[in-house]
């Protein structure tokens, strides 16, 4: 029978007999309008929903929620990377997560999720967990599961795409005997062909919720999401809030218009978005590839750019029109950039030395990025985020890392992910906040001009009404992360509990009082004054010393004073 399908959404198929090149068989549109950041459809039934094999112990087999390492007591890639989205559960909480007394395979953390994964799957599968265990006297664990009910039937599985790819078709074969083996099944050539078939679904259709910011893992398959097709230039997002997936328009969608959603980072350079699409068996035909539009150009035509006008980037003027220069550098020259960037060798370990040494090899392969003041385009602002996120856990360079951040959050991620709900830009906002705080407490206690050389850093920081600049931040981070974001997802919850420790500090009603009337209303005189002056303008401050900071520490010439 056809996957059942939630409000909201239909499924499209091409019936035709023979469909042109790069045809879509199947296709999810929708069946009214839906505004930005408007949840179109939630999909709660998978039917598949487990950690993977690093996270298994780690993390909830059920809820999918990270916790602390687990104990033998009892409770009384894919795959469809949907990067830009960062939506998801909580980070590691530090509730202890107990295994199953029987296989002490499954981790819990609770007891209501070990009964519900008991009814769903568990009860299933824990003999042949305890079998593999007793046999083998270790504490194996267990290849990710696979039933073939609940309209897996309507999976693509791409077999004979995936077959004429030798090495990893060779990858297949062993995980498929593999896996007939550890549930103790016939090795039979139908069981491996079926096996076979099983993994070709998996990796065309599951999302791979993995992301370390926030603390998701695991593997997530529903057979009606899995009907979204891809495109470059999407409108619409997936967010997974435990064992649910929540799929967002993110620009306007038109009643009968196709829901897609970006399977990969759509900001990489065509042949690097080409390379990444590969495994799915298509050639995307979207206007980002078909006339090679960097993230400028799909920022340019993007219907969310009033939507900036409560941001951290207001000037819409500059999103419509950005001050690059294109005659610098070619998209060709672009596309060889990228590739040597992806060839350097990076750190097997979190020696500050190393990975500083690698983003100079990459600050110098983007030189021609830098001249022409393409800061969007990649791998420059990866190279530069890499760098900053070291830099956070640094005792000598935490303080210079809040110039680099303020730079991402306002030359960057704004014309990669023009919607300003989009989870990477509300994480981008809640680290400048975080890092405020530290500096804040420097400031206070003058430690500040001791720990950073940039003067220039510090006379702003001086200056700046840190507190306020929290304050506001924190409101534009809750804003759009109610929008864009489930509500128990993790960064949502620490702005929200920041803002609160913010607003309980005595002898600021003032300042509160014009952040409020700000984030009620932009267009408020007073508080958009306040913000003008009180946040946007050291925030810009601090992001104008970002190129020179870097420049200056990966050139070999030491922090410049001002």
Request: with cysteine; glycine share 6%.
């Amino acid at each position: 029978m056809p996957p059942q399908l939630p409000p909201g959404v239909r499924v499209h198929h091409d019936h035709t007999t023979s469909p042109s090149p790069g045809s879509k068989r199947r296709s999810l549109i929708a069946t009214r309008a839906f505004a930005p950041g408007t949840p179109i459809a939630t999909f709660s039934n998978p039917l598949l929903a487990l950690p993977d094999g690093a996270t298994m112990r780690t993390t909830c087999n059920y809820c999918l929620r990270v916790g602390a390492s687990s104990s033998s007591s009892s409770t009384t890639d894919n795959n469809k990377n949907n990067s830009s989205s960062g939506d998801g559960s909580s980070s590691s909480n530090g509730t202890p997560l107990r295994a199953c007394t029987a296989c002490k395979a499954a981790v819990y953390c609770g007891a209501a999720c070990q009964r519900a994964h008991w009814r769903a799957v568990h009860r299933a599968e824990c003999k042949m967990f305890s079998r593999v265990r007793e046999s083998a006297g270790k504490e194996w664990l267990p290849t990710p599961a696979f039933g073939g009910g609940g309209g897996a039937w309507a999976l693509e599985g791409n077999v004979e795409g995936f077959r004429a790819d030798e090495a990893l078709w060779r990858d297949f074969e062993l995980q498929a005997a593999a896996a007939a083996v550890y549930a103790g099944l016939l090795e039979s050539e139908e069981t491996l062909e079926k096996a076979r078939e099983v993994l070709c679904k998996i990796q065309t259709n599951a999302f791979n919720r993995l992301d370390a910011d926030t603390g998701l893992s695991g593997i997530f398959l529903d057979v009606g999401l899995a009907m979204v097709n891809h495109s470059c230039v999407p409108n619409a997002f997936i967010g997974f809030d435990r064992r649910t997936a929540v799929l967002r328009a993110e620009r306007p969608i038109q009643e009968g218009e196709e829901i897609t959603i970006s399977y990969i980072d759509n900001a990489l350079p065509k042949s690097a978005r080409q390379e990444a699409l590969r495994l799915y068996h298509f050639r995307c035909d979207c206007p980002r590839c078909r006339d090679d539009l960097d993230v400028y150009e799909v920022c340019q035509t993007s219907p969310d750019i009033p939507l900036n006008s409560f941001s951290l980037q207001p000037d819409l003027s500059k999103l419509r029109s950005p001050p690059v220069d294109r005659s610098r550098v070619s998209k060709g020259e672009i596309e060889a950039i990228y590739n040597r960037w992806q060839k350097l060798d990076k750190p097997k370990g979190d020696d500050e030395e190393e990975h500083t040494n690698l983003a100079r090899a990459r600050w110098e392969l983007c030189r021609p990025l830098i001249e022409a003041k393409l800061w969007a385009v990649e791998p420059l602002p990866t190279t530069i985020l890499e760098l900053a996120t070291c830099w956070q856990t640094s005792y000598k360079m935490v303080v210079y890392a809040l110039p680099l951040l303020c730079f991402l959050c306002t030359q960057c991620d704004p014309f990669k992910l023009v919607a300003p709900f989009m989870p990477a830009r509300i994480k981008s906002i809640v680290a400048v906040v975080k890092l405020l705080a530290v500096t804040g407490e420097l400031t206070a206690s003058g430690a500040l001009a001791t720990r950073c050389s940039h003067e220039g850093v510090v006379g702003t920081l001086a200056m700046a009404d840190q507190v306020s600049m929290c304050e506001a931040l924190l409101r534009l981070a809750v804003h759009h992360g109610s929008i864009g974001a489930a509500e128990d997802w993790d960064v949502l919850k620490q702005a929200k509990s920041m803002l609160e420790d913010v607003e309980s500090l005595e002898g600021r009603d003032q300042e509160s009082a014009l952040v409020r009337a700000w984030a009620t209303d932009p267009e408020d005189p007073d508080g958009a004054a306040f913000f003008e002056r009180q946040v946007l303008s050291p925030v810009n401050s601090l992001a104008s010393f970002a190129i020179e900071i870097l420049e200056a520490t990966l050139r070999g010439k030491g922090l410049i004073r001002k």
